[in-house]
């Protein structure tokens, strides 16, 4: 059985207890064993000097390489995240791969950034999406489904921390190799 392991790569000190929560999260909804993964290792190389960001696909392929070695690992930083084709992100996966990425950089803006409880929310969320899709799930059109789409922190907000009915036998499916 796939394990999924959760890895602060953030500059600031980490917040065990919100990580610990990402864990529990993300092991009951993929019915997947997960637990904190400790390294001093962090992805320096992935940052753009001229955007001021970390490049999300270069820090996948680190995790990779500087990861546990099995399972899935997700990366959870505070660094600005980017990919070349848009401005921003919260995250990135390799879809049915083993690495996923998220930033809490932008997770504290906008409406009700109520400090930490809308955070650790909203980084929940975006945990199970880019695992979601590590797991191969793409994204969703059901309203509220953890796995639609999310440009801005209002649509985090708007999801629940769940997969839809339709994920969640997709999901199945996939992990017994169905189509």
């Given at each position: 059985?796939?394990r999924?392991?959760?890895?602060?790569?953030?500059?600031a000190?980490?917040?065990?207890a919100?990580?610990?929560?990402?864990?529990?999260?993300l092991?009951?909804?993929?019915?997947?064993?997960?637990?904190?993964?400790?390294?001093?290792?962090?992805?320096?190389?992935?940052?753009?000097?001229?955007?001021?960001?970390?490049?999300?696909?270069?820090?996948?392929?680190?995790?990779?390489e500087?990861?546990?070695?099995a399972?899935k690992?997700?990366?959870?930083?505070?660094?600005?995240?980017?990919?070349?084709?848009?401005?921003y992100?919260?995250g990135?996966?390799?879809l049915?791969g083993?690495?996923a990425?998220?930033?809490?950089?932008r997770?504290?803006?906008g409406?009700?950034?109520?400090?930490?409880?809308?955070?650790?929310?909203?980084?929940?969320?975006?945990?199970?999406?880019?695992?979601?899709?590590?797991?191969?799930?793409?994204h969703?059109?059901?309203?509220?489904?953890?796995?639609s789409?999310?440009?801005?922190?209002?649509?985090?907000?708007?999801?629940?921390?769940?997969?839809?009915?339709e994920?969640?036998?997709?999901?199945?499916?996939l992990k017994?190799?169905?189509?």
């Amino acid at each position: 059985m796939a394990r999924i392991f959760i890895w602060w790569i953030g500059e600031a000190e980490a917040d065990r207890a919100a990580l610990e929560h990402v864990a529990a999260r993300l092991s009951a909804a993929f019915r997947t064993p997960a637990a904190l993964w400790e390294s001093p290792e962090r992805p320096r190389h992935a940052y753009d000097a001229r955007r001021r960001q970390h490049a999300s696909g270069a820090i996948l392929r680190w995790l990779l390489e500087a990861g546990p070695g099995a399972g899935k690992v997700l990366g959870v930083t505070d660094r600005d995240l980017f990919i070349p084709i848009l401005t921003y992100v919260f995250g990135e996966a390799q879809l049915g791969g083993a690495a996923a990425v998220v930033s809490t950089a932008r997770l504290v803006e906008g409406p009700d950034a109520a400090g930490r409880p809308r955070l650790v929310e909203r980084l929940e969320k975006e945990a199970l999406h880019e695992v979601g899709h590590a797991f191969g799930l793409l994204h969703c059109g059901t309203p509220h489904c953890v796995m639609s789409r999310s440009a801005g922190v209002k649509d985090v907000d708007a999801k629940d921390p769940a997969l839809c009915p339709e994920c969640r036998a997709r999901l199945e499916e996939l992990k017994v190799g169905g189509p």
